[in-house]
């Protein structure tokens, strides 16, 4: 199952076509979208406006491949759990977004194991045909459930002082 | 607006956005073992994430929602008279950012952790904070470089 997510805000069209036509394409692979605040309707994949964060990582679990715009909850809960995800930057020129900074956390977040980051919509099709069939990575390659000792010091060291 | 008397285990108000926002401060629990934790979050959906610990929800804004802030401030004030934290952590943004000026105003302590997502430049909401605490944190060595948010370490 591919499962895209696109946030909360506002709608990222340019990446759901990109997938709904790719769908089309592949009728026996089953696709859901969390499509936000989509105004459109796609004939080739299984919408949802939005899924509780509990839900959504349940569907993270049983997904193959994850398509996404540049946003941090998908991009760790997709490393957390090992999953290859596809990653469009939103762009404010195409009012996807108030700034272009989705640019910058999709280049620095590039390096992650599972992550694959493309520059156009177009780039998505080539992209999942290539990624099809790509193992969700062992537990030794996944991202911790945790942030690093640096912060998680940080944190603990600020909360002590609150005793 | 700390509890009295004193006790060693610090309650803790740990409140965030939905999405990314919420995420990375799950990702921070580690850092609240020992504590009284109460969470809050703009999604009411992401309860189910952190039961049976206490929780509320309160509605999102951004700076370009006047009205919707007016009403964000009003909830995370409840919240705080509500739970009356010892200190307060957030991973922002504007109801994050809020909850610490407000506590500020009852002597509650503030830190606010930046989203991994600023990897050039502070968030508005982090700007924010840095005029009422010096607990700011930012996940990029190069953003702690250029701005007074420190850097310590990230959520991954």
Known sequence: MILATVGTQLPFDRLLRAL??????????????????SQEVFKNMDCTAFLSPAAYAGAVEEADIIVSHAGMGSILTAAELGKPIVILPRLAAHGEHRTDHQLATAAEMASLANVTVI???????????????????????RISASADAGLIGAVAHFLRGAA | MPTSPKTHRPKVLAISSGGGHWIQLLRLRPAFEGA???????DPGAA???GPAPFSSFPDANKDQPLKLLFCAFAVLRILLRTRP????TTGAAGGYLAIALGRLFGIRGMFVDSIANAHELSISARLALRITDKVLTQWPGVADATPAAFHGRVL
Request: aromatic share 4%.
């Open chain 1, 119 to 141: 520059e156009s919509a177009e780039e998505l099709g080539p992209a999942l045909d290539r990624l099809s069939g790509a193992p969700t990575l062992p537990a030794a390659e």
């Open chain 1, 20 to 37: 709904d036509a790719w769908a089309a394409r592949n009728p026996d692979q089953r696709v859901r979208a969390q499509s936000g605040n």
């Open chain 2, 48 to 50: 189910e994430m952190v």
């Open chain 2, 36 to 42: 009284e934790v109460h969470f809050a979050c703009s």
């Open chain 2, 86 to 89: 010892d200190a307060i952590v």
